[in-house]
């Protein structure tokens, strides 16, 4: 009896042992943090949207970080996130190398992307070839998302939602003033042509008559022979997605030249808080960042409260679909329960977030956001939302008067 007592005694003691060795090499073996990393233009030409995504992101991190990181069960315990920024300069080639360097020297969970279709279209490939999550915003080419990419998503409004969404708007105007006689700038690249014929079909679906529809390469310094062309065409809406030193080229050379659409959309170039730097010549254009820090979805208010306090203005239209990709990715870590990047990208794809800053949001199974395109108007130098109704700030502002006439005060 004594030996069976002294038996269970040293099974109980190996066990508690054991359980103990266990507890302490569990513990050594938890991560510090979960490297993520982010390659982002800072600089180049597209710096300004760049710092508004950075911004986003780390707004994110910090609020996550605040408390304790994200919950990773196969640890049983929270991990913060370290952000890992890279700059890639606003080239391609730039965006591929930092990816392949934060995946070989920083074994990253997670790439977050940066600002433009170009360099997204580049960062693609890359996060499917080494088999890493990709989350990027501020990007609405839709052709990378046909090519079978499991590891790219995007939570935003992609080509067709911008083609259809600016004609359902326009619609909404009585039909004999709605602006009929429709020119299109497009850029010569793979998004240019992608958004430029999507507008032709929609605005031929609609009734609309494409008048003009001429190309141009990236970092045009002289517009004239195209605007002329608007001009004896008498385009009554303007479509154009220019980068922001070709935007501002655009606009600026447009009201040296007199001319002035009833209406026009601008996709990308007025994201940028520099476009007020044109005061009236770039009042009144149409954009569609992806978001407004006026939508009434869960989080805005901080996200503003903070960016006021620290920039003086409500959040810039990418800094709300850039903190919401963090959310989503540390809202699939959870759900994963590991840091295994394959069931963390199973995890994304089953994303059903009701409460965002940037709304519900879902994935296609092409990695494309369910998610909101709505229309902003500059007016008076401020980013008003005039679509969808419900949650408008302002009127639409329709026909637009020329340059000259218009009362601009910055907003003051």
Do not use: C
């Amino acid at each position: 009896m004594k030996k069976m007592s002294f038996m269970i005694v040293m099974v109980l003691v190996s066990l508690v042992l054991s359980l103990s060795i266990g507890s302490i090499v569990s513990a050594q073996d938890v991560p510090e943090a979960i490297n993520v990393g982010a390659v982002i233009p800072l600089t180049g030409a597209f710096a300004g949207g760049g710092a508004q995504v950075e911004r986003g992101y780390q707004f994110a991190v910090d609020a996550i970080n605040a408390e304790g990181g994200v919950f990773v069960e196969e640890f049983g315990t929270r991990i913060p996130i370290n952000l890992i920024v890279r700059d890639d300069e606003s080239d391609p080639g730039n965006t591929v190398a930092q990816l392949e360097s934060l995946f070989a020297e920083e074994d990253v969970t997670a790439y977050l992307g940066g600002f433009g279709s170009s360099l997204h279209a580049a960062a693609a490939a890359i996060a499917e070839k080494n088999q890493v999550p990709y989350l990027g915003v501020a990007f609405a080419l839709w052709d990378i998302h046909q090519q079978g990419f499991r590891y790219l998503f995007s939570p935003f409004p992609k080509s067709p939602d911008l083609a259809r969404d600016i004609f359902v708007f326009l619609n909404e105007l009585p039909e004999d003033e709605r602006p009929l006689r429709v020119g299109i700038l497009q850029e010569s690249t793979d998004w240019g042509i992608e958004l430029g014929n999507l507008w032709v079909e929609n605005a031929e679906a609609n009734g609309y008559e494409v008048v003009v529809h001429e190309t141009y390469t990236p970092l045009n310094q002289d517009f004239t022979d195209l605007i002329l062309q608007l001009q004896e065409n008498d385009v009554q809406l303007l479509l154009s997605l220019p980068i922001p030193p070709d935007g501002i080229t655009l606009y600026r050379q447009m009201a040296e030249l007199g001319y002035t659409p009833a209406a026009s959309l601008a996709i990308r170039a007025p994201d940028v808080p520099t476009w007020v730097d044109l005061g009236a010549a770039g009042d009144l254009v149409m954009l569609m960042p992806g978001w407004h820090n006026s939508l009434g979805f869960a989080g805005v208010e901080a996200l503003n409260e903070r960016h006021i306090e620290e920039f003086g203005r409500p959040a810039d239209p990418q800094v709300g679909p850039a903190f919401t990709a963090v959310m989503i990715l540390a809202d699939a870590i959870e759900r994963a329960g590991t840091l295994d990047r394959d069931a963390i990208r199973d995890a994304i794809a089953e994303t059903n977030l009701e409460e965002t800053p940037i709304g519900p949001i879902s994935f296609n199974e092409d990695g494309t956001g369910v998610t909101s395109s709505p229309i902003l108007q500059y007016q008076n130098g401020v980013t008003e939302l005039v679509w969808p109704d419900e949650f408008a700030t302002a009127d639409f502002i329709y026909p637009a008067p020329p340059v000259e006439e218009r009362e601009f005060d910055a907003g003051e």
